[in-house]
């Protein structure tokens, strides 16, 4: 019976350390949202271009936790012709902070700036 009591003891203690590890993880939860209004002459192969490389960055920068992206779906007119949002994650601004200098991004944004109409750049901590 001691045995027994010793085992669920321990086996107790384990998953509570393995809980409070888990709930003690700092969360990635810095977000930088980007979203791209195209000029009107961008053809869709160069957008799709643009789609393909802004997706290459996460395996070329380690700060970046997270990345996700769509095309609006939504009323057009409230899009203000915006078409493309991109979210990508960090862990803290700090992850931002070598995100933007880094040599793959700023090869990306000289490749984006010449189909550029308009840029939206909206960065927040998610609560």
Request: charge should be neutral; aromatic fraction near 12%.
């Amino acid at each position: 019976m001691k045995t027994i009591t010793l085992i669920l003891a321990l086996t107790f203690a384990s998953l509570l350390s393995a809980f409070a590890d888990h709930h003690g993880e700092k969360k990635a939860n810095f977000r930088h949202v980007v979203c791209f209004k195209f000029k009107a002459d961008a053809t869709p192969e160069q957008i799709k271009a643009i789609e393909k490389a802004f997706g290459e960055l996460p395996s070329k920068i380690d700060t970046i936790k997270g990345y996700e992206w769509g095309t609006s779906v939504g009323d057009k007119e409230k899009a203000k012709g915006f078409t493309h949002c991109f979210v990508v994650t960090f862990a803290d601004k700090a992850g931002l902070d070598v995100y933007i200098p880094h040599a793959a991004h700023q090869a990306f944004v000289k490749q984006l700036k010449p189909l550029l109409d308009d840029v939206f750049v909206f960065d927040f901590v998610a609560q």
